[in-house]
């Protein structure tokens, strides 16, 4: 699981599709959804990254992309935004969202 920094997010970001879950600890819908994203991780393994930016730790990050809720969840093709999940969904979802951006 990628915990992205300023440092790394557009070395990152800039490959094929990206999920982000944008978190903070003190979110209590964070950590439910925070359970989910290790296993997204390893199912898509080779086809997409799925990684986490901590919103306390990489306030520029929120500010750059806009996070004003927790969680929020941006998914981002060659480094361009392309989906935004706001709130907390069923996990079904999120596989949803990365299979519809793999099949374009």
């Known amino acids: 699981m990628l915990h992205l920094t300023e440092q790394d997010f557009d070395t990152t970001a800039s490959t094929w599709i990206v999920m982000v879950d944008f978190f903070a600890d003190r979110c209590g819908p964070c950590q439910i959804l925070g359970k989910l994203m290790p296993h ?10 799925v990684a986490k930016v901590n919103t306390d730790l ?3 990050l929120s ?9 929020t969840v941006v998914v981002l093709k060659d480094g361009v935004e ?4 706001r709130g907390l969904h069923p996990p ?7 299979d519809e951006w793999l099949g374009k």
């Open 58 to 60: 990489q306030p520029a």
């Open 82 to 85: 392309v989906e935004r999940l």
């Open 40 to 49: 997204l991780s390893k199912k898509y393994e080779g086809k997409a990254i």
């Open 63 to 71: 500010i750059r992309y806009n996070v004003s809720g927790l969680p």
């Open 92 to 98: 079904e979802k999120y596989s949803e969202v990365l």
